[in-house]
């Protein structure tokens, strides 16, 4: 049995599941890593609450450098920030 219910992802920020309509997709694609505004991307996928704080903490703490073994543009947290 899953530990986390169908239709649930981790953010990569506090760690805690919530369901992927409550979440903003990352994607790391050959182009760089860019916002998926459709869910359907290919390549390797990062979630972030779509709230103030977990944005925040993200932008703060570079976790999306973490969670994709990289270096991440700035622009990318910039236009993260712009979802709020």
Not at 30 to 59: L, Q
Not at 70 to 75: P, S, Y
């Amino acid at each position: 049995m899953p530990s986390n219910p169908k239709n649930t992802r981790k953010c990569c920020v506090c760690k805690e599941h919530a369901d992927k309509s409550e979440l903003i997709r990352l994607v790391k694609t050959s182009d760089g890593v860019k916002i998926d505004t459709t869910g359907k991307m290919d390549g390797r996928g990062a979630y972030v609450h779509r709230n103030e704080k977990c944005i925040d903490a993200c932008i703060k703490k570079f976790a999306l450098n973490a969670a994709f073994k990289g270096a991440v543009a700035k622009e990318v947290y910039d236009e993260l920030k712009n979802q709020l």
